[in-house]
């Protein structure tokens, strides 16, 4: 079992950087993919970025990509989130969540976090 927790969540303006962090305790963490979810108001929880438990692979929504970069450091039991050129549409919060192989829906992911707030201003 993992335990995710995030942090590094905040208020930035439009084409700002954030980068969020995810500490799972856990002796298997390196045995887990890891993945990005997030949830704006009144919306549902949409898939942002997901890694495998190598660091090898990795999978982002179309909305994010080549602004957001996902990556992990095994040793820390810390996968991160590196955004850059932030959007008013960003503004969500963020979910980390482990999975026991690589995946894109939130279904196939059993462990998650709390969540960490991400404000956009434009």
């Known amino acids: 079992q993992v335990q995710p927790v995030e942090s590094g969540g905040g208020l930035v303006q439009a084409g700002g950087s954030l980068r969020l962090s995810c500490a799972a305790s856990?002796?298997?963490?390196?045995?887990?993919?890891m993945g990005w979810f997030r949830q704006a108001p009144g919306k549902g929880r949409e898939f942002v970025a997901a890694i495998s438990w190598s660091g090898g692979s990795t999978y982002y929504t179309d909305s994010v990509k080549g602004r957001f970069t996902i990556s992990r450091d095994n040793a820390k039991n810390t996968v991160y989130l590196q955004m850059n050129s932030l959007k008013p549409d960003d503004t969500a919060v963020y979910y980390c969540a482990a999975a026991t192989y690589t995946a894109t829906t939130e279904l196939e992911y059993d462990y998650w976090g709390q969540g960490t707030q991400v404000t956009v201003s434009s």
């Open positions: 856990g002796r298997t963490f390196s045995s887990y993919a």
